[in-house]
C-alpha cells in the first residue's frame, strides 16, 4: 500500500504527491511525501470537481499503483511538467479514503492546508474549444482598459461568464471556502490559467 509507506506520525502532517515529470503519453508517475503543516515546503492545492466514482486510471508509485478517476488524471496529465517535478496536495490521493479516522483528521486540516498553499488550482476539466474560448475572451477583457463597451459587446461577454460559471466546479459547496483561503487561486482549463483577480475583474 502507499500509504503504509507515507505514515502521518502526527495531528499536522499531511501527505503531499510530488507529480514525476514526463512526456504526455508517458504513464503518470508519482510519489507520496509526508510533510508537517507550516514546514518550509512549498507545494499547490486543487479545488476540483470528483466526478464519476468510476477509477478507471492508474497513477504509477515506485510500488503501487492507485486508480484515479478520468477527471483527475485529465489534471495531473496537463499539470505534469517535461522535467520538473510538480509538488501538490489533492484530496482523493493525499487522504486515505478507506480510513475513516484519518479522513476526519485530515477533513480537520483543510483550511490550513488551502490556506498554506502557494497557489489553489480551480480544475475547470478537460479543455474543450468553448471552455478555452471563453477564458481566452475574458483574460483579453482583464487585460484592457475599457471605456465604453456596446450592446453586442456585452452580450458576447455574457455568454463567456456563463459558460464558465455552467461550469460543474461552480456547483460544488466546498469552493467559497477553497478560494477565500486560498493566496493566489487561479483556474486551469487544460494548460491555460487565469488568475481569480483577473476573472473578477473581466465577470
Known sequence: MAYAEAVLPNKRSVRLLQLLSGCDQAPLEARLEVHTLGD??????????WGTP??????????????????????????????????????????????????????ALMGSIYREAETVFCWLGHPTSERLLALKHLQRLANESTTYIGPDSVENIEAHVDCIYSNPWFTRLWVVQEVSLARRPKFLCGRHEMSWNDFERAA
Open 40 to 49: 518550509s515546503c512549498s507545494y499547490a492545492a486543487l479545488s476540483y470537481v
Open 54 to 107: 468510476d477509477q478507471s486510471k492508474a497513477l504509477h508509485t515506485a510500488t503501487n499503483q492507485l486508480k484515479i478517476s478520468e477527471n483527475l488524471y485529465s489534471f495531473l496529465t496537463h499539470l505534469r511538467q517535461p522535467d520538473t517535478t510538480r509538488t501538490i496536495w489533492v484530496d482523493a490521493i493525499c487522504i486515505n479514503q478507506e480510513d475513516d479516522g484519518e479522513k476526519s483528521s485530515q477533513v
